[in-house]
Every structure is written in structure tokens, then in C-alpha cells.
């Protein structure tokens, strides 16, 4: 399959879900993530909002509030496809945006560079065995892993995992992937 063929058939996958099981199988894998030592040596954490069809990460953010963790969040910039990551202190620092996304207001929230990141969650639609994912196609996570020195890890529901996936050389590969079933790689 392509990456397109790829993309489209897990969104729909996705968008299928019944909130209950998404709910359920969301808080199992954030428990997961929980028992890593990536997240309990890990002070600052980039992560998505999710959006509605996506694995929910407001309970892992809400976790990490209640670990005195920073949560920091991505704000994209299209124009020169570049990402940066903003402290999130309050989910109503967030504004909507392009892509139905959730992305913090950057006069309501203050820069955090790459390097005080320990534990990046990289968010895509599906994952292989030796860490490659396919996201939604701007490459913005892409650029941002090039010379980022923390953990980078992803989260995924069992269904969006796969042997393998095409990739090109510019793609960065995570180190884990954790479903409800377990870690992936």
C-alpha cells in the first residue's frame, strides 16, 4: 500500500470507533506510558491534543499536570512548515485551528525549546516494527525529530500498527510505539 492508501484507510478506522472503546483502550495505553522510564524521568512533555477521532491524550496530559510535569503542545506555522512547542498550563490556552487542530495561543503561552523536551509523544496514523510511521503528510514531525536528542515514543490503538511501511530517507523513525497490548517495538 502507499502512504495515501495507508492514511485513508486508518482515519477511517478511526473516524469508525465507538467513544466508549476509544475511551477504554485510550486510558489502557496512557497507563502503559505511564510505567515507561521514559515518562517517569521525563520533566517536560511535547505532546498533540487530540482530536476527536484520535487516541485521546487529555487524560495523559491531565497525568502529567498532576506529576508537576510541563506539558509543552505543537503550534505549526504552514507557511514555512515549521513547528515549535508552547507550555500548556490550561486546556483554555488552546484555540482551534486549521485541520479541526488544537493549538496553544501563543500570547497565552510561552515558548519551550527542543532541547528541554525529554519525552517527545509523536503522534501518526500508522506505525511499523522498526519505528517508522505515516502521519498525516507535512512532514512537520519529520523535521522536528532531525537532531532532537530526548525520547521519542508513540501511542497507537493495536489496529494502526504494521509489519512494514514504506519510508523514504527523510523520515525519522520513533523508539517505541505502545499499543493496548503492549509495546509494539
Not at 477504554?24 to 506510558?33: D, F, P, T, W
Not at 523514504?168 to 510505539?177: A, I, L
Amino acid at each position: 500500500m502507499t502512504k495515501s492508501e495507508w492514511r485513508k484507510k486508518i482515519k477511517n478506522l478511526l473516524i469508525s470507533m465507538e467513544a466508549n472503546d476509544r475511551k477504554v483502550m485510550s486510558e489502557k495505553i496512557a497507563v502503559q506510558l505511564f510505567e515507561t522510564k521514559e515518562w517517569r524521568n521525563s520533566n517536560f512533555i511535547g505532546i498533540t491534543v487530540s482530536r476527536k477521532f484520535e487516541l485521546d491524550t487529555t487524560f495523559i496530559i491531565k497525568k502529567a499536570w498532576e506529576e508537576g510535569k510541563t506539558v509543552c503542545v505543537p503550534k505549526c506555522y504552514s507557511a514555512n512548515k515549521k513547528m515549535e512547542f508552547r507550555e500548556l498550563g490550561s486546556f483554555d490556552d488552546l484555540e482551534n485551528v486549521y485541520m479541526d487542530l488544537y493549538e496553544p495561543i501563543i500570547e497565552k503561552t510561552k515558548d519551550i525549546s527542543k532541547e528541554n523536551i525529554d519525552l517527545l509523544i509523536v503522534p501518526g496514523l500508522v506505525f511499523d516494527k522498526k519505528g517508522y510511521r505515516i502521519g498525516y503528510g507535512g512532514g512537520y514531525y519529520d523535521r522536528f525529530l532531525q537532531n532532537y536528542q530526548g525520547s521519542a515514543i508513540s501511542i497507537a490503538y493495536s489496529f494502526q500498527t504494521a509489519e512494514q511501511l514504506p519510508f523514504e530517507e527523510f523520515d525519522v523513525p520513533v523508539e517505541q510505539v505502545i499499543t493496548e497490548e503492549g509495546c509494539y517495538i
